[in-house]
């Protein structure tokens, strides 16, 4: 059973463009995180947030955690070819930690 | 932040063979560690709870005795896949728990002929 729903699920897009990737729970988490996979490569932690309504920007990157810490969003600006890759969102709680299945990115030059 | 390694990053074995993957914490001790298993272009399955100590957690569906995980120490977890088979060729990626944020290693790429 996946707690974590993340969408879409796969997304193309040309540079420049801007994208919102979502992930959402029916679950309330401690703390979310949001990781990037490169192909080959394990996930990399991109940022924690773990107040509710709490936003974090990394660059172009804008995270936002939702009030009732239940569902997450990330937003990027002006998307480059760099940033294509796997977006993981894991949330936190009753001692575990659980995935959603991820939002494989693609941008174009 | 914390770093995860993991060795080997890549092996190639004969069917029947047994792999030892070894998952470390760099820099930070981890009671807790886990393992994935990832299929292309698809995202991580959670095989076992490795916890310091006593005996891992295994996710429905994953056999245990084909997997065998030891968590010898607070930096240390190993993953042995027992005679291994094509079916188990996959690229196993392990993560290690620092105040409820997984870092993970850099994942072994494993491959049955």
């Known amino acids: 059973t996946q707690l974590l729903e993340q969408s879409p699920q796969f997304l193309s897009i040309q540079e420049g463009e801007n994208l919102t990737v979502y992930c959402n729970s029916s679950?309330?988490?401690?703390?979310l995180q949001w990781y990037r996979q490169e192909p080959g490569e394990g996930p990399v932690l991109l940022v924690t947030v773990v107040t509710g309504g709490e936003v974090k920007k990394l660059k172009r990157l804008t995270f936002q955690f939702g009030d009732a810490r239940k569902d997450s969003s990330l937003h990027i600006t002006a998307a480059q070819p760099g940033d294509t890759g796997l977006y993981l969102c894991?949330?936190?709680?009753?001692?575990?930690?659980?995935f959603g299945a991820g939002t494989r990115l693609t941008v174009k030059p | 932040g914390a770093v995860v390694s993991q060795h080997p990053s890549r092996v190639i074995c004969k069917s029947g063979t047994s792999v030892k993957i070894e998952c470390r914490s760099l820099d930070f001790q981890a009671t807790t560690m886990f393992w994935y298993r990832q299929f292309p272009k698809q995202s991580l399955m959670l095989m076992a709870t490795s916890n310091e100590g006593s005996k891992a957690t295994y996710e429905q569906g994953v056999e245990k005795d084909k997997f065998l995980i030891n968590h010898a120490s607070l930096t240390l977890s190993t993953l042995t896949v027992t005679s291994a088979h094509p079916e188990d060729s996959s690229f196993y990626i392990c993560?290690?728990?620092?105040?409820?944020?997984?870092?993970f290693g850099p994942g072994t790429r494993l491959l049955v002929l």
């Open positions: 894991a949330g936190a709680g009753n001692n575990d930690m659980r």
């Open positions: 993560s290690a728990s620092e105040v409820e944020t997984q870092y």
């Open positions: 679950s309330v988490f401690s703390s």
